[in-house]
């Protein structure tokens, strides 16, 4: 049998399935010491072990088989993947709000071959609406895809070609922009994108999925049609992120760029505002806003675009017995900013304090978060934060580490001059720094204590 027929797999699991002539993309019954199993062999990346073979069973999961556990296997039948999506021509309808979706990398949407078990990656507006068809009953939709990289590879290059391409489409006459991308890096594109994009008179909305297409419980084409109401009909003009609400598809949230954090590496409602509420929920009948205060639609053209960045940048999350080599290392290797994560109110051992003087004095600018997330750096509270403050080091208040290491690279984009750099730092944007949390803007219950047992009863869908 052809090698063709048996992509990506080597080693172990190549012999299994070349010993029971079963393909990939051929529907399979195989017989394990660990029970049955029924579905269709999916391929593998190359960088994937040789110990399993992986099936996507009739739920539309994926399950690895172990093949020291294989007894028996037997094909029957086979259906190759198509992988190219049916496009539709996306239709025009003079009375929809224009939408531009710039793709960064990854798969916006997708369509999944329920014969073969591929996912078949979707992004032209004609493969957009044969894979989802709803979001011609939203705008008119057209797209670009700028990059083709994962989120862990986004940086500075792309934050900046971002902006301008945004300021562009501005420039243009959309209605709304959304922006693809994935969801690990999502709240650093965001900050940078608040920071260079400023005062801009449409929603800018970026979104993503934590589940692919080919799982039942995706969030790939909710995300995208709230994300396209927003953009569309939205009155916030702003930076935001659009992901599920709840863990239920009740509704999704529009979080403000700045404040904005993942905090669950699979849940959907992984993304939380940090310190204060969401800007709006969002459902397929438009946007609900929850905070007053905010940036609103307009009918101009005007926008600040500021695409800098100094990449010579670092965070430090502090851990206790850090050696001082850390910020020497960093300073003998010409960085200019550093971003401290630190214990408490903004606390760092003793060890570091020579290594920190010597680096602002030799122009490094220094900023103190906080490892809590929720608060605010207190450093004239105790000794140690006076020590610090004395040395140089800046308290930031309570913006989240993310969005403090994104804007003292785009503070340091534009001056080296320390002063100034602190004036960038310390002036809000859009809420990275609030005068105070509200009440509500800390929510964090403890499973297991009788009265929180009872109240997530109430709401647990």
């Not at 905010?294 to 430090?316: C, G, S």
């Not at 020590?387 to 785009?410: F, H």
């Not at 204590?449 to 869908?461: D, G, H, L």
Request: aromatic content about 10%.
């Amino acid at each position: 049998m052809s090698e063709d027929f048996f992509q990506g797999y080597k080693g172990e699991a190549l012999a299994v399935l070349k010993k029971f002539n079963v393909r990939v993309w051929g529907q399979t019954k195989i017989k394990t010491s660990r029970g049955d199993f029924e579905g269709t062999v999916l391929p593998r990346s190359e960088n994937d072990d040789d110990k399993h073979i992986v099936i996507k069973i009739a739920t539309g999961y994926n399950v690895g088989i172990d093949t020291n556990n294989v007894i028996e296997m037997a094909e029957t039948g086979y259906k190759k993947a198509n992988y190219k999506i049916p496009e539709k021509e996306f239709p025009y309808s003079k009375s929809l709000p224009n939408v531009k979706l710039i793709g960064t990398g990854g798969t916006i949407a997708s369509r999944l071959d329920y014969r073969t078990g591929a996912v078949i990656p979707a992004f032209s507006p004609g493969e957009l609406y044969g894979a989802v068809p709803e979001l011609a009953d939203i705008c008119n939709l057209k797209t670009e895809k700028l990059f083709a990289v994962f989120s862990e590879n986004m940086g500075p290059e792309q934050y900046k070609k971002l902006a301008i391409a945004i300021g562009k489409e501005i420039e243009n006459g959309v209605d709304g922009i959304v922006i693809g991308h994935g969801t690990d890096t999502l709240h650093h594109t965001a900050a940078a994108l608040t920071y260079m994009i400023q005062n801009p008179p449409v929603p800018i909305v970026l979104v993503g999925s934590q589940r692919s297409s080919d799982r039942p419980s995706s969030d790939a084409a909710l995300n995208l049609m709230h994300a396209c109401t927003a953009a569309a009909y939205g009155e916030i003009a702003e930076v935001m992120v659009c992901m599920f609400g709840p863990t239920s598809d009740e509704y999704g949230f529009l979080h403000r760029g700045t404040r904005v954090r993942k905090m669950h590496s699979s849940y959907r409602s992984t993304f939380r505002t940090i310190g204060d509420v969401p800007l709006a929920t969002i459902t397929r009948k438009g946007v609900n806003p929850i905070k007053k205060d905010f940036n609103p639609r307009r009918k101009d053209r005007n926008v600040k675009i500021l695409p800098y960045f100094e990449e010579k940048v670092a965070m430090i999350y502090y851990y206790p017995n850090m050696q001082p080599d850390m910020i020497d290392s960093l300073v003998d290797n010409g960085y200019k900013g550093i971003i401290i994560i630190g214990t408490g109110l903004g606390h760092v051992n003793k060890p570091l304090y020579p290594a920190i003087e010597r680096a602002h004095k030799k122009g490094v600018s220094i900023f103190m978060t906080v490892q809590t997330l929720w608060g605010y750096v207190h450093m004239f509270v105790y000794d140690t934060g006076r020590d610090l403050m004395s040395m140089g080091v800046v308290p930031a208040a309570n913006m989240l580490p993310e969005a403090a290491y994104i804007k003292l690279g785009w503070a340091l984009g534009q001056t080296n001059d320390m002063e100034e750099v602190k004036k960038i730092m310390l002036t809000p944007i859009n809420d990275e720094i609030t005068k105070r949390e509200p009440y509500n803007g800390y929510l964090i219950y403890q499973g297991g204590v009788p009265e929180v047992e009872a109240f997530i009863r109430k709401v647990r869908k």
